[in-house]
């Protein structure tokens, strides 16, 4: 089992940036693909970036490529997101998940990002 905790939400204006954490713990992640995904009210969740299990290998969506930076510390069992030119439509809660074969198999609780305009 894989326990994933997500941190460094919070409230910011617009332009503003964060960095989000995910802590893995019960097993290490670090040969495992991760990825950060996101869901705002009344809508679907989706995916947001993405980073292979050395790193070398990044993926994002349209909506954040530029802005958003995926990372990861396979030392420290942890991703990073980092978010910078946030806009109020990345307001959301963030998921970290881990894809351990075809499918992301455990997910965070999420931390609320809110970006005011």
């Known amino acids: 089992q894989v326990q994933l905790v997500e941190s460094g939400g919070g409230l910011v204006q617009a332009g503003g940036s964060l960095r989000l954490s995910c802590a893995a713990s019960?097993?290490?992640?670090?040969?495992?693909?991760m990825g950060w995904f996101r869901q705002a009210p009344g809508k679907e969740r989706e995916f947001v970036a993405g980073i292979s299990w050395r790193g070398g290998s990044t993926s994002y969506s349209d909506s954040v490529r530029g802005r958003f930076t995926i990372s990861r510390d396979n030392a420290k069992n942890t991703v990073y997101l980092q978010m910078n030119s946030l806009k109020s439509e990345d307001t959301a809660v963030y998921y970290c998940?881990?894809?351990?074969?075809?499918?992301?198999?455990?997910w965070g609780q999420g931390t609320q990002v809110t970006v005011s305009s």
């Open positions: 019960g097993r290490t992640v670090s040969r495992y693909y």
């Open positions: 998940a881990v894809r351990a074969d075809t499918s992301y198999d455990y």
